[in-house]
């Protein structure tokens, strides 16, 4: 029988609407919680709703439900697909994979594999948008897609910095990245996703001004003069350093794509306003 083959991901993907209509990704949306109300990522709530309310209150974020996914699976089965690739926020961050992995252990009818991608935002919009582009060939197995996708994962590194750790620590989610006495001297780290999909502390940088500039070195210093790279800057209500950073890195020879935007409603609640991450992708002939 002749493979249908569906990509699924999550609203931490930072894909846009458009994006994913257009090519027919699927996304399950997160939740960021309220005390008196719910909204799903991207769906009902914005970014600038979530800054705006965060004096009154910082809300909580959950991953969509075992019910919600099993009903995704489910729609696609039926609209004729045989198999999902299901690609997700690290499951050192969320435990958004761990609900796709339990509900695709036990759907009948439609086989899923449920990947790591060990990364957010862009990064993983990048192993998304790739994943689609090789199913779209219609030239590889399952198999083979699933061991592309997973190989590739090698080829996207994320770095960001935050305007201040307490959201990270607050959410749970501060990894191996160690700040406090650094917050007191104006040490702003960049941070990176180890292997086991954690935040680590890359480098330390004392300064916001002097932490965007050694970015920038990062990703010049990472880029390889015979490959082609996409760049992706992400912001937190820190459009115009973003954009700025963006202008200098697209100077770069090496850098063929680029994309510029605001991370998702869920991760502002989890690094506060003031975030600004770089996402260096190489690109396939």
Known sequence: MKEKIAVVTDSTSDLRK??????????LA?????????YEDRVDITPAEVYNNMEKEIPTTSMPSPQEIEDLYSEL???GYTHIISIHISAGLSATYSNCKMVADQIEGIEVEVIDSQMLSMALGRLVLYAKKIVDK????????V?????KKKEIEVFFVVETLKYLKKGGRIGKVSGTIAELLNIKPIISIDDDGEYFTFDKIRGRSRSLKKIFNIIKSRTDKDKKYAI???HAAAEDEGEKLLEKIKGLPEIKEWYFGEISPVMVVHTGP???GVVLSELDD
């Open 77 to 79: 089965r039926e609209e």
């Open 138 to 145: 219609n030239e590889y197995s399952f198999a083979e897609i």
């Open 147 to 151: 061991e592309m996708v997973e190989k």
């Open 232 to 234: 992706d800057v992400m």
């Open 274 to 276: 003031g975030l600004i």
């Open 30 to 38: 997160l939740k960021v919680i309220y005390s008196d109300r719910q």
């Open 18 to 27: 458009d994006d994913l209509s257009e090519r027919g990704i699927k996304s």
